[in-house]
T-cell receptor
Framework: SQELEQSPQSLIVQEGKNLTINCTSS?????LYWYKQKYGEGLIFLMM?????EEKSHEKITAKLDEKKQQSSLHITASQPSHAGIYLC????????????FGKGTLLTVNP | DADVTQTPRNRITKTGKRIMLECSQT?????MYWYRQDPGLGLQLIYY???????NKGEISDGYSVSRQAQAKFSLSLESAIPNQTALYFC????????????FGDGTRLSIL
């Protein structure tokens, strides 16, 4: 089965700083999804990546999928307190069932 | 109104009780999922359904059952709740296209004493 490793597990940054969260798979990623979760709340879909080398941006958040489709990074530029939360990556298993496997999440704290 | 609605949002109950968590969606998606989230463990898939007549076990289905009453409704039952089922439970939906994101409800926080 596919496993996703996220790093770091937690991150504390000062407001205005840039940061990167990584998601690494043991297998080829057929679809990679980034979600954000406020503590104790639902998951908000951020971006989906499918093609090797693909990069997408939304406001100050940029996500990339490497050429080999086994690693994705999420980069936040000029972080703000509103970026705080748990970031999770999810991946399409690539089998016939299409269900997602999730990483354990990265807890981001942004200090004003 | 939310596209994926979970009820109740919070529930406290006692060991041995039967509990049902409900999920309804207005997105028109065929596929529905139930996950549980525990601190440090991420999301684990309990059951999933690709249409009304299709039910599949996920990674951690023991102690749980589900019912897909209609395309828009998917309920999760704990027949005899135990304390280690205390967790945050999420329902999600997705379109049947090959690669599509899942859309999540706001979750049900379940505490079993």
């Amino acid at each position: 089965s596919q496993e996703l490793e996220q790093s770091p597990q937690s991150l504390i940054v000062q407001e205005g700083k840039n940061l990167t969260i990584n998601c690494t798979s043991s297998k080829t990623l057929y679809g990679l999804y980034w979600y954000k979760q406020k503590y104790g709340e639902g998951l908000i879909f951020l971006m989906m990546l499918q093609k090797g080398g693909e990069e997408k941006s939304h406001e100050k958040i940029t996500a990339k999928l490497d050429e080999k489709k086994q690693q994705s990074s999420l980069h936040i530029t000029a972080s703000q307190p509103s970026h705080a939360g748990i970031y999770l990556c999810g991946a399409d298993s690539g089998g016939s069932n299409y269900k997602l496997t999730f990483g354990k999440g990265t807890l981001l704290t942004v200090n004003p | 109104d939310a596209d994926v609605t979970q009820t109740p949002r919070n529930r406290i109950t006692k060991t041995g009780k039967r509990i049902m968590l409900e999920c309804s969606q207005t997105k028109g998606h065929d596929r529905m999922y139930w996950y549980r989230q525990d601190p440090g463990l991420g999301l684990q898939l309990i059951y999933y359904s690709f249409d009304v007549k299709d039910i599949n076990k996920g990674e951690i289905s023991d102690g749980y059952s589900v019912s897909r009453q209609a395309q828009a409704k998917f309920s999760l039952s704990l027949e005899s709740a135990i304390p280690n089922q205390t967790a945050l439970y999420f329902c999600a939906t997705s379109d049947s296209t090959r690669v599509q994101p899942q859309h999540f409800g706001d979750g049900t926080r379940l505490s079993i004493l």
